[in-house]
């Protein structure tokens, strides 16, 4: 499923589908740096807004293909500069312990999308 998502609506729609049904990993895609701050911002706040909380995020996209971030800059558990390799990693992912990118405290003061 692909959701266009706008700066305007900083992801409520991506955050509805994951409050609505219970996914296990979100792939999301960068084009450039100019959206990493606001995709790092949102990140801690559609896993809140998640069913599963042990939702794993992974990012491809032609910044990540260029080397220009990385899983740790983003705040997510992959990302994928081959976006072959994406499902492998997702995979990958699912049978893994599932790290927690953020702490219990900054999952409380998150605010919600509405």
């Known amino acids: 499923m692909t959701i266009a998502s706008s700066p305007d609506d900083r992801f409520a729609g991506l955050a ?4 609505a049904d219970r996914y296990d990993v ?3 895609s960068l084009a450039c740096d100019i959206h990493v701050p606001l995709l790092r911002q949102s990140v801690p706040l559609l896993r809140r807004a998640s069913r599963n909380p042990d939702l794993r995020v992974i ?3 032609e910044l990540v293909a260029r080397g220009g971030t990385d899983a740790r800059t983003l705040g997510v558990e992959a990302c994928v500069a081959d976006g ?3 499902p492998a990693i997702a995979s990958d992912l699912l049978h893994r312990v599932p790290p927690r990118a953020i702490s219990d405290r900054e999952r ?3 605010q919600p999308f509405r």
Do not use: I, Y
Request: proline content about 0%.
């Open 16 to 19: 509805a589908v994951l409050e």
């Open 26 to 28: 979100l792939g999301l």
């Open 59 to 61: 990012v491809g996209g």
């Open 84 to 86: 072959a390799q994406a």
């Open 108 to 110: 409380v003061e998150q």
